[in-house]
């Protein structure tokens, strides 16, 4: 079982929050995908023993710049390359300004059978404050179009804690996004990344950031609310009803092995990591050279021991105290013990037979947590 990840490197605007590598130059589109179709065909040993795709991502930037003809080109050239399963979950992001009857008909003819909607929030200000290019109306709309042309699996994306809200602003997005009736709510903190517009306006003090307070309430309250409403957390932002999980976001977790495609992708292959250089020009340039275009690492035991812990301590599922000490030994399982054993004292982490769970009212302070249980050599 595998993934493949495809990053569709285009926005037309940027959104003020936004760390995520993309280009407003659209008109590069017909090129990468002529160099994406290239890559796809490179990477096809890529996978240790030819494993199977059981999930597509498409992702971004944003994929709904693409047309319906230049979709298709590349999942035909994924299917004639690699060997996939015909339950495998396609994934595709979409911003709502981009979302019409006739374009998700044609998504859905291409097989694609799920969606990932970036709503963000339910306020026109705070949309304009973000630079979105859509309003509440839009957003609303998509989610109906997507419904009656029989999507069943959707998922839409909020962003809480943003400056100057309080619980009276998150309860009223809450209350919105509860009537869209959708199976998957991805709920994010906002965060003030490098390089953005957003963090520019922090150190000029046009923004101020939300008191840990505040945000912890907000997170709680979050949490809880999804939960009355059918929802299952069962990642620090991941909410799903009747286990309609992210099956590919689900599979990073679980350590399966993943294909990143597109600038600025990350592969994994349980024996190293790769990422392609975040820069379109280039990565079109380097591939029609025929020249590398990405980094990579080995992964040492400790790598894997520490993303085993940063990957599983946020979710359902928790650290399984035998995989660790199958997989990396004995004394990863006493330094990681160690500090259970403290925190198990603090009641910040609960067992449950072999498996170590953080509580989730800590999963927003899993960071340090996490930070400690993580073994440094
Ligand atoms: S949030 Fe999405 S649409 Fe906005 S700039 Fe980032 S990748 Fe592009």
Not at 247 to 261: A, T
Not at 263 to 279: C, D, G, L, M, V
Request: glycine share 4%.
């Amino acid at each position: 079982m595998a993934g493949i990840y495809i990053h569709i490197p285009f926005c037309k605007s940027k959104c003020y929050y936004c760390d995520f590598y993309s280009s407003q130059d659209i008109s590069k589109t017909e090129q990468f995908i002529s160099s994406l179709l290239i890559e796809i065909e490179q990477k096809k040993n890529y996978l240790i023993d030819n494993e199977t795709i059981e999930t597509i991502y498409f992702g971004g930037g944003t994929p709904s710049v693409l047309n319906p003809k230049q979709i298709q080109e590349i999942l035909s050239k994924i299917y004639t390359t690699y060997n996939f399963s015909s339950k495998t979950e396609i994934t595709f992001e979409l911003n709502p300004d981009d979302i019409t009857e006739e374009y998700l008909m044609l998504l859905k003819k291409a097989g694609i059978n799920r969606l990932s909607i970036g709503l963000q929030s339910f306020n026109n200000n705070m949309l304009k404050l973000m630079n979105r290019r859509h309003d509440v109306k839009q957003a609303i709309n998509s989610v109906k179009i997507a419904k009656n042309i029989g999507f069943n699996n959707i998922s839409v994306d909020l962003i809480y804690g943003l400056p100057n809200t309080n619980l009276d602003f998150l309860k009223d997005e809450l209350d919105k996004i509860i009537k869209l009736d959708i199976q998957h709510i991805s709920a994010y903190h906002l965060t003030y990344e490098d390089k953005t517009v957003f963090k520019n306006y922090l150190e000029k003090g046009k923004l101020r950031e939300l008191p840990d307070t505040e945000s912890q309430k907000q997170f709680v309250y979050l949490t809880k609310f999804f939960e009355d409403n059918g929802f299952e957390q069962y990642e620090i932002s991941n909410f799903a009803k009747n286990n309609l999980y992210s099956k590919h976001n689900s599979n990073y977790w679980f350590g399966v092995e993943y294909i990143g495609l597109g600038p600025s992708a990350h592969s994994y292959n349980k024996q190293s990591r790769q990422w392609n250089i975040a820069n379109v020009k280039k990565y079109i340039a380097e591939i029609e050279n025929n020249n590398i275009f990405y980094e990579k690492e080995n992964l040492t035991v400790n790598d894997k021991y520490n993303e085993y812990l940063l990957t599983r301590l946020r979710t359902k599922w928790g650290i399984d105290l035998n995989y660790i000490e199958k997989n990396f030994g004995n004394m990863y399982l006493r330094h990681l013990i160690s500090y259970v054993d403290k925190y198990l004292n603090l009641e910040y982490i609960y067992k449950q037979k072999n498996i170590v769970h953080l509580h989730k009212n800590y999963w927003f302070l899993s960071d340090k947590i996490i930070s400690e249980l993580m073994k440094t050599i």
